[in-house]
Structure formats: structure tokens, C-alpha cells
């Protein structure tokens, strides 16, 4: 099993570009989340999902929006980019339940210049 | 709101102890987690704790839970290289499944 895929590993966009970052589990995960990692810190929450169709607001959603037509992608958009936005960006999934660990992607470095 | 704090580096020689400490906010939090990134991954869960316990082992971890103090650490024993990594704290807000993340500890190992 390939676990949590993340495409693109490396991007650099401009000002003002959109971008989609895609997000792909095979183990029919319910839950799945996007965090965003800043030089030196912890990852906060941008948005999650609780199934296929259903998403909700994490901590820092704003310039973003995600949709969740199947159980398998979870793709986060960028409609306006901004050098705030450059970071590291990790997507994560899990099945039901708070002692399921997070399986996580070995994230996107998106560069904003 | 829920916060979560962590020293930003430590220090040790190979074989021995590492203790990375960590305080949290969320009195709620009904799971405490460990994960450990190594350099261009993403995290992987290491171990984590039940917030009605106060100490679990798994082989060469040891975390201890401090509930009134709100205090979390991780132990490593017989600190190997392959142990350099940085190790992130965690905490389940309010029992929802979304983690609140510290900074990170850095763990140096020398050999």
C-alpha cells in the first residue's frame, strides 16, 4: 500500500497564481486533514474531513478551500497566493476515533514568490 | 485557547537518555500523542498515552503524564543517531480527532 500520496513534493508559484495540492489515500480512510508546517514550528490545522463529502474550518483557513468528492482525495486550493503562504504542507488521514494514529504524507514545499 | 509548548532542542550522546519535556492547555484531551519527523518526511506517531494513565513503555520509549500539572515527556533510552530527528507533542482538542501540534523539539544525537 502506497499509504498518504501527496503531489507536487516541490512547487514555486508567483503572487497572485492558484494551485491545486493533491492529496490521495488508499486506506479507506474516513478522516482526512491538511496542516500547514512554518519554519520552526508545529503544524496547525487548515482544514479537515470527516467523509466524503463533509469538510470543515481548522485553524488557519484562510486563502484556502478543499473538497472531498471521494473517500480516496482530499486536493487543498490555493486561489490567490500569497508569500504567507509559503510553507510546508502536509496531508494526513485516519480511521474513526482519537487513538487512531494520523498516517501522514511526506508533504508539499510550495514557495511563494 | 488550547496551546501547546515544547523546549526547542536537545542535546545528547549516543547511549544515553533523552527526556523531551511538554505542556498543554486542553484539560479535555483524552489522547496525548508523540510523533517523530525526520528530515524531509512527514510525521510518524511514535506512541501516545491515554489521558487516565500516567505512564506507558514501549520498548525503548517511556512517556510519563502529569494530568494536575498538565506536563507530558517522552524518554528515550540508549539514544541512538538514528534517533536524531525533531519529536512533536500533541494534544486531541477537546476530544475531536484534530491535533494541536507544539514547535517541535530537536534531538541532537552525538556520537
Known amino acids: 500500500n502506497a499509504g498518504v500520496t501527496q503531489t507536487p513534493k516541490f512547487r514555486i508559484l508567483k503572487i497572485g497564481q492558484s494551485m491545486t495540492l493533491q492529496c490521495t489515500q488508499d486506506?479507506?480512510?474516513?478522516?482526512m486533514y491538511w496542516y500547514r508546517q512554518d519554519p520552526g514550528m508545529g503544524l496547525k490545522l487548515i482544514y479537515y474531513?470527516?467523509?466524503?463529502?463533509?469538510?470543515d474550518k481548522g485553524e488557519v483557513p484562510n486563502g484556502y478551500n478543499v473538497s472531498r468528492s471521494t473517500t480516496e482525495d482530499f486536493p487543498l486550493r490555493l486561489e490567490l497566493a500569497a508569500p504567507s503562504q509559503t510553507s510546508v504542507y502536509f496531508c494526513?488521514?485516519?480511521?474513526?476515533?482519537?487513538?487512531?494514529?494520523?498516517?501522514f504524507g511526506d508533504g508539499t514545499r510550495l514557495s511563494i514568490l | 485557547g488550547e496551546d501547546v509548548e515544547q523546549s526547542l532542542f536537545l542535546s545528547v550522546r549516543e547511549g544515553d537518555s533523552s527526556v523531551i519535556n511538554c505542556t498543554y492547555t486542553?484539560?479535555?484531551?483524552?489522547?496525548l500523542y508523540w510523533y517523530k519527523q525526520e528530515p524531509g518526511a512527514g510525521l510518524q506517531l511514535l506512541t501516545y498515552?491515554?489521558?487516565?494513565?500516567d505512564m506507558k513503555q514501549d520498548q525503548r520509549l517511556t512517556v510519563l503524564l502529569n494530568k494536575k500539572d498538565k506536563h507530558l515527556s517522552l524518554r528515550i533510552a540508549d539514544t541512538q543517531t538514528g534517533d536524531s530527528a525533531i519529536y512533536f507533542c500533541?494534544?486531541?482538542?477537546?476530544?475531536?480527532?484534530?491535533?494541536?501540534f507544539g514547535q517541535g523539539t530537536t534531538l541532537q544525537v552525538k556520537p
Open positions: 486542553d484539560s479535555s484531551s483524552t489522547y
Open positions: 486506506m479507506n480512510h474516513n478522516y
Open positions: 500533541a494534544e486531541d482538542a477537546g476530544n475531536t480527532g484534530k491535533l494541536i
Open positions: 494526513a488521514s485516519s480511521t474513526q476515533g482519537a487513538d487512531q494514529p494520523q498516517h
Open positions: 498515552i491515554f489521558s487516565n494513565m
Open positions: 474531513s470527516v467523509g466524503a463529502g463533509i469538510t
